[in-house]
């Protein structure tokens, strides 16, 4: 008599290994599912989620100028259990790690409203983090979020200065330093006239104090676009 045998896979975070029932393709173990905290209400003018009830009037980061985005939305905490998921799917992907982070998109509010869009744009990473990965992050993440929301993927910036050593010290430097830093890319002029009156969707993998993703909006907004919405796969928190 043959015993049949549940087959297993391990975690895609603790590496402990997980039974699958039939039909079913788990990428974490209960433990570690627990500690993946999906992202609330955003706030509509920082973007962070300390903000009471995500208003704009209640921002408690007033001194950053507002930026030409309608909404913010994020799909989960980056603590220690969704910071590792991501640093694998970043430097060494798998088919596993690409479902988890598919479903995340799938998931997150703003695909989940079903809101059409004409471009999805991502956010240029920067040329020092692009050499330690195998593709841009933003690039794959606006490719599957194409796939969910059947919208194109336009890329508009370009990277000014390509041979940039260091990557920028996010960590040590305050969100009012940020803010006044110039970017490190710039948007392609050539490409403005396809913004023209079109909801974009603008995609970058994490989500830190935000100025990025504000000073694409400010570019974005100089060729009069009909709506800008901003997706991150995960935001982090401060520890």
Sequence with gaps: MIEYMAPFSLCIVCSDHITLSSGSNFSTCNRCSQHLIKTGQLCDRCGSPSCPKGSGNDCTQPWISPAPIDSYSSCIYLNQAGYSILLQWKNKSSFRTNNL??????????????????????????????????????????????????SPVLSVFKIINSNSKTAPRTSQRTILEREQMAPYFKLNPHMGRFLIDKKILLIDDVFTTGSTARASARMLAAFHPKRIDFLSLGIRIKS
């Design 101 to 150: 982070i598919l479903d995340w998109l799938r998931n997150s509010k703003i695909l989940k409203s079903k809101r059409q869009f004409d471009w999805i744009v991502p956010i240029p990473n920067h040329p020092f983090r692009l050499r330690r990965m195998n593709a841009p992050p933003s690039v794959r993440l606006s490719n599957s979020a194409s796939r969910v929301t059947d």
